[in-house]
């Protein structure tokens, strides 16, 4: 997987999403972390936002009938959620997705990335490179 300024944070927010059971716009909403360990409100706020953002892109992924993304996204972040990654994680089961799938180790990276983008896009967040944005000025 190849680096990019939000992959680690979306990666993260889809990560979130699937250990929480997967919420509706409205369970998001209704989220309480009173008994946690976040201590602030803004933190609460952002992790709402990061959480209608991953279902936001999953909605429109579906819409757009690119519902294999989605099966992607399902497939390489949902899975065991809550457990660190380990080496070749991630690797491995775009793998097995791609040899499920009958498709490159290739067009599941760019799937992945294309959701990445729409969901960083969704949680407003900049995912321009640097010369891009020096070019654009």
Not at 37 to 62: M, P, Q
């Amino acid at each position: 997987m190849q680096k990019d300024s939000t992959r680690d944070y979306i990666t993260a927010a889809f990560r979130l999403y699937a250990a929480l059971g997967s919420p509706s716009e409205q369970k998001i909403g209704n989220l309480s972390f009173s008994n946690s360990k976040i201590k602030s409100n803004k933190n609460s706020i952002a992790i709402r936002f990061d959480l209608l953002a991953v279902s936001k892109t999953l909605e429109y992924l579906n819409r757009s009938g690119k519902d294999y993304i989605c099966e992607a996204v399902r497939e390489v972040y949902f899975t065991e959620p809550t457990r660190e990654f380990k080496r070749n994680d991630i690797n491995a089961r775009v793998l097995n997705l791609a040899a499920k799938k009958f498709t490159s180790e290739r067009n599941v990276w760019y799937w992945l990335k294309e959701a990445r983008n729409i969901c960083a896009s969704f949680r407003g967040l900049n995912t321009a490179t640097i010369e891009q944005i020096i070019d654009n000025n």
